[in-house]
């Protein structure tokens, strides 16, 4: 006999219980990420000490085995990563041979500039890119569709720091309009709304570079998913009606062409960090990118898995809005369906 009895509800709310859920499976990849760093950097060869003598100069094999066992060098690998895991579960990022600050400090300086560069450039791609597509995928094979999908095929195989090259030679070299580069006027002495403002005066070449090349991608992909809405029998239906096109187009054609373009924003989280670093060493901006090149340079381990990791959770924390949001569009991801 067949039971009828509702299954037990959740306690949590919907959206609570599907955030819940990709969190619980981004925390494996943390592991994952953090392993492999490590084993990679093992498998580079030189380490800090030698870094330090080709900057400073000669030192004798004593010296530098005492340096090795002041940084923690002279340890074996697996005894290393027991001692920065244990620490690291601690909140302890380690210590920064190249900086000779903790590892989080020298973040947490860094790492506000390269998520502000990236947030401005995401948002400016995503919501220009789809309005564009909207446009070009409102009448496809239209003028405007034609133009609008040769131009963004034209600004995609541009490489984006050919782009920001070129931008600074036209709006900062020729025409002077803009900065050159870095983040702010230095020593300026400017605060408040002035400070802000001239923050923002010296962000938009490097976030216009950075967001063309990802604005073509979504102006494309929205297009190209609204031409193939348009062929769907309940558009054909909505025009037998006799609904405005223009409703049709925002209301219905647009609102389910978007699913797949948020999506996309989820994976292109890594792909913007990691143009970032190339935009940064173009502008001159000391941001997240800069700081791994030095890192890189300088051999310094604890602040490479530092950089790594917060990396990885910074693309892992998109994800997850970007799963939120996608589940507010479509209830039948909430319910996992």
Not at 13 to 21: K, M, T
Not at 114 to 143: H, K, N
Request: charged share 15%; net charge positive; glycine share 10%.
């Amino acid at each position: 006999m067949k039971s009828f009895a509702r299954p037990p509800e959740s306690f949590l709310p919907p959206l609570a219980s599907f955030f819940l859920r990709r969190l619980a499976s981004a925390l494996p990849v943390l592991g994952v990420v953090l392993i492999g760093g490590f084993l990679l950097l093992e498998a580079a060869s030189g380490d800090a000490v030698d870094s330090y003598v080709a900057r400073s100069g000669a030192l004798d094999a004593e010296q530098m085995a005492q340096l090795r066992t002041e940084w923690g060098l002279d340890q074996g690998p697996l005894y290393r990563f027991k001692a920065y895991a244990s620490a690291l579960v601690q909140g302890d990022l380690g210590w920064s041979t190249a900086f000779e600050r903790p590892v989080g400090t020298v973040i947490l300086e860094r790492l506000p500039v390269t998520l502000l560069l990236m947030g401005c450039a995401t948002a400016l791609a995503f919501f220009l890119g789809s309005l564009l597509g909207v446009i070009a995928g409102a009448r496809p094979g239209s003028i405007g569709d034609r133009v609008l999908s040769i131009g963004s095929l034209a600004l995609y195989a541009i490489p984006g720091f050919w782009l920001g090259l070129v931008l600074i030679v036209i709006f900062a070299v020729d025409l002077r309009w803009l900065p050159i580069g870095g983040i702010e006027t230095i020593a300026s002495g400017k605060s408040g709304l002035a400070r802000l403002g001239d923050i923002a005066v010296h962000l938009v070449l490097p976030v216009a570079s950075l967001a063309m090349v990802y604005l073509a991608l979504y102006l494309r992909l929205m297009r190209d998913r609204m031409s193939e809405i348009w062929r769907d029998p309940f558009v054909k239906a909505l025009e037998a009606r006799g609904i405005a096109r223009r409703r049709i187009v925002w209301h219905h054609v647009a609102r389910n062409a978007v699913l797949p373009v948020v999506t996309m924003l989820g994976l292109q989280a890594a792909a913007m960090l990691g143009g970032s670093v190339v935009v940064e060493s173009v502008f001159a901006i000391p941001g997240f990118g800069r700081l791994a090149a030095e890192a890189v340079a300088r051999r310094d381990t604890p602040l490479l898995l530092g950089v790594i990791l917060c990396s990885a959770i910074t693309v892992i924390i998109a994800n997850l809005l970007v799963d939120l949001a996608y589940g507010k569009l479509d209830p039948r991801v909430r319910a996992g369906r």
